[in-house]
Every structure is written in C-alpha cells, then in structure tokens.
C-alpha cells in the first residue's frame, strides 16, 4: 500500500480524485518549510508544489519512492539525489497553454492602452472635467504591427505566438542568450531583443537563465518596449527592473512572478513608487490559475502517481 502525503493542498482549487490504487492518502492544507520532513517520514509518494526537497531531506526518508510535483517547475526539488536514489519525480505539463498565454496577452492589452492611467484619470474626475467626449491623456497603442519577442519557445510561448498572431503581431522566437549558431526559424537574442516592441519570457529558471534580463539587457532594449514576465521570477535582475522602470528606460512591464514568493523580504519591485506607477502591473502568480487549468493539472496529477504505482512513470523529469 502507497503512503501519499500532499503537503500543499490549499495551493489547488480544484477536485482531486483519489488514486485508483491501494493506498493511505494524507494532506495538509499548507506546509511550513520546517515541517516538512516531519510530515514525509513513511511516506511513499509526496505530493508537493513549492516547498523544498533537498538532498539532505531526501537521505533521511529512506520510504520515498516518488516525488510528484503538482506543478511544471521543479526546481524546488533536488533532481540530481533523487535520481542517485532511484526515486522518480513528475510534473505537469500542458495543463497552462490557453491561461498563461491569455494573461500574458492581458498584460500587453492592458499596458499598451493604458488602462490602468485612464482607470486612475476617471477616478480623479478628469473626464467629467474634460470640454469633450473624451481626453487624451496617456498615449494608446495598438498590438496589430507591433513586434514581440519570444524568449523561451515551449508550448507557452508557442501559445502566446499564436494568440499574438492574431491581433496581428510581428513574432520572433529568439535564440539562446549567448549561443554560438542561431537555428532555423528563431532571431539572434541581442537582435529580438534589439528590435521588440514587447518581450515576453517562458522559459524555466536554471543557472543559465538567471538574471538572464538585467540591466545590460533593458539597456538594449527600445525605450519604447515592454517587459511580460509570465515564467519565473529569477529570470530578471528585479533591482535592475526597478531602476529602469523609475528612470524610465522602458516603457512598461507585467509581472505574475517574483524571485521569492509569497515576497516578504523587501523586494525593490514592491516599493511604494513602483507599485503606483501605471505602466507597472504585478499580479501575484495567478497566471496558470484559471479553474480549468486548475482542475487539468490536478487530473494529471493523480494520472502521474497511478502511472507511477502501475511502474509506467510519466511526465519524468528524475
């Protein structure tokens, strides 16, 4: 009989089925770091979304067999020891491809019009004072003939191409940041960078993704452009961001992700100056959670783990 342990239970809106196996199923609404272990002791399979699995962790749970990550990224699990180990670990995938490309989407309608400073205008009475139908206040643009960038080319940056396609985008799937050969179809990365109007990243965070836009990066790019992050936090310099931002080195960003999260360190993109400003939005990582997604990713989830008790893992990552 499979012992599962779900440590993050709140982190789903969703109805989870039971796995059609023999099995004792244990969950915990939310896990503090330092209960972790603790609660995993027996168990067989744990089910976790952000908390840490380390090597350490990992040693000292001789019963774990599976670690089944109710989410795409799974850098908060120590691949490298749970391969040495022989445990498999799953993700989810394909679950996000319609509400993270239309919140990325969202973000550049939303950025590109304006919408926040007008919303702002009417509240302040600007358009009950206006001698006209309308004011023009902030500058409106449209998406049709602009130019976006695609950093990082699965099927969440080929679901943003494809919805930006038709508001009539330009697309340019860029290369790898410093790769020696650019491949067919894709535009050298200083030159999507160079050329974007917008530039809107999907790709993991890894050592060689981190910080992988700072202030070189904004530098190059158009004044006039605008920075979707959708992905992952560690992908920018936030710092960096933040400077741009105020110095007024790009035109606008939208953020779903931060480097550390739930953000209780102070982060410079929380500062009250930044968070006023109109052509900043920061939504609290809410981009793959609409309620079909929500209840696709826990259908798969519990695919993964009978998957796994029938010894045909999928969705393998370790």
């Known amino acids: 009989m499979e012992r599962i342990v779900y440590l993050e239970r709140e982190s789903i809106i969703a109805d989870i089925r039971r796995p059609a196996c023999a099995h004792d199923w244990v969950e915990h609404a939310r896990t ?146 410093g790769a020696a050969n650019c491949r067919g179809g894709y535009t050298p990365f200083a030159e999507a960078l160079a050329t974007a109007d917008v530039v809107s990243l999907h790709c993991p965070l890894s050592a060689d993704t981190q910080n992988l836009i700072g202030a070189t990066e904004l530098q190059a790019m158009k004044r006039s452009a605008l920075l979707i992050n959708t992905s992952r936090g560690g992908l920018v310099d936030e710092a960096a961001l933040a400077e741009a931002l105020k110095a007024g080195r790009i035109a606008g960003a939208g953020f779903d992700v931060l480097t550390k999260e739930p953000p209780t360190d102070g982060n410079p993109l929380l500062a009250p100056e930044l968070l006023t400003l109109p052509n900043f939005l920061l939504t609290p990582h809410v981009a793959w959670a609409s309620r079909p997604a929500m209840q696709a990713l826990a259908d798969q989830l519990i695919d993964n783990i009978e998957a796994f008790v029938r010894g045909e893992p999928q969705n393998r990552v370790a």
């Not at 998406?143 to 396609?165: C, F, K, P, Q």
């Open 32 to 177: 503090p770091q330092a209960e972790v272990e603790a609660r995993l002791a027996g168990a067989t399979i744990a089910v976790v979304n952000k908390v840490q699995i380390d090597a350490g962790m990992i040693s000292r749970l001789p019963a774990l067999k599976m670690v089944a990550v109710a989410a795409t990224g799974t850098n908060n699990v120590d691949l490298e020891a749970c391969r040495l180990r022989g445990i498999v670990v799953s993700n989810i995938r394909g679950y996000a491809v319609h509400t993270v490309p239309e919140h990325a989407i969202a973000l550049m309608l939303a950025l590109s019009r304006n919408l926040v400073a007008y919303r702002e205008s009417v509240q302040a009475g600007r358009w009950q004072q206006s001698d006209q139908f309308c004011f023009f206040d902030h500058p409106i643009r449209d998406l049709a003939g602009a130019t976006l960038a695609i950093i990082g080319s699965g099927a969440l940056g080929d679901g943003v191409a494809r919805l930006a396609e038709a508001f009539g985008m330009r697309v340019l799937k860029a290369e790898r940041k």
